[in-house]
Antibody, heavy 122, light 107 residues
Framework: QVQLQESGPGLVKPSQTLSLTCTVS??????????WNWIRQHPRKGLEWIGY???????YYNPSLKSRGTISVDTSKNQFSLKLTSVTAADTAVYYC??????????????WGQGSLVTVSS | DIQMTQSPSSLSASVGDRVTITCRAS??????LNWFQQKPGKAPKLLIY???NLQGGVPSRFSASGSGTDFTLTISSLQPEDFATYYC?????????FGQGTRLQIK
């Protein structure tokens, strides 16, 4: 059973960099064929996709982040990470890491972490 | 970006009721449509992938259909554990986008 767990500071000051790590257990992050995603949810709001890293190391980000996001992978630790620079209060959200799998040609996010609340405040 | 619009935004129903939630995409997405259930304080849970395929372990009272731009999620007989927020999500093209959610409440 695959499990994902986010970790990182719960409080970040405005203009600083938000850093989160997702540790994957029950499966190898380098086994191939998956997209490793970051998704966030603003308080009492809907879901916003941040970006993903593909097993080859390719990345894609939501243009709404205006190039502030970076996703990387550390296969030796079975982890992937998110860095979001120049944060503001608008970046306050629960951040989820999640695995996306291809089912017969269709992609679906089938495993999620429990979520990590990050508050941006001085 | 592809916009996903769900209706209704909220819905009140009783145990045993049949309910339907709709999701409309701003452009055609074939069958690249997934449905999630989210309970307070929890991560979303995948219910349906590729528009109509039930994820393993999901009760058969959940069903879904549609293709192109219009999709529906139906719960045939509501159970107490079904009261939650439901989201549709398109995987046709990046950036992935979600509907705004439908909150299903107990009447």
């Amino acid at each position: 059973q695959v499990q994902l767990q986010e970790s990182g500071p719960g409080l970040v000051k405005p203009s600083q960099t938000l850093s989160l790590t997702c540790t994957v257990s029950g499966g190898s992050i380098s086994s191939g064929g998956y997209y490793w995603n970051w998704i966030r949810q603003h308080p009492r709001k809907g879901l916003e996709w941040i970006g993903y890293i593909y097993d080859s190391g390719s990345t894609y980000y939501n243009p709404s982040l205006k190039s502030r996001g970076t996703i990387s992978v550390d296969t030796s630790k079975n982890q992937f990470s998110l860095k979001l620079t120049s944060v503001t209060a608008a970046d306050t959200a629960v951040y989820y890491c999640a695995r996306e799998t291809r089912y017969s040609g269709y992609d679906a996010i089938d495993y999620w972490g429990q979520g990590s609340l990050v508050t941006v405040s001085s | 970006d592809i916009q996903m619009t769900q209706s209704p935004s909220s819905l009140s129903a009783s145990v045993g009721d049949r309910v339907t939630i709709t999701c409309r995409a701003s452009q055609t997405i074939s069958s690249y449509l997934n449905w999630f259930q989210q309970k307070p304080g929890k991560a979303p849970k995948l219910l349906i992938y590729a528009a109509s395929n039930l994820q393993g372990g999901v009760p058969s009272r959940f069903s879904a259909s549609g293709s192109g731009t219009d999709f529906t999620l139906t719960i045939s007989s509501l159970q107490p554990e079904d009261f939650a927020t439901y989201y549709c999500q398109q995987s046709y093209s990046a950036p992935i986008t979600f509907g705004q959610g439908t909150r299903l409440q107990i009447k």
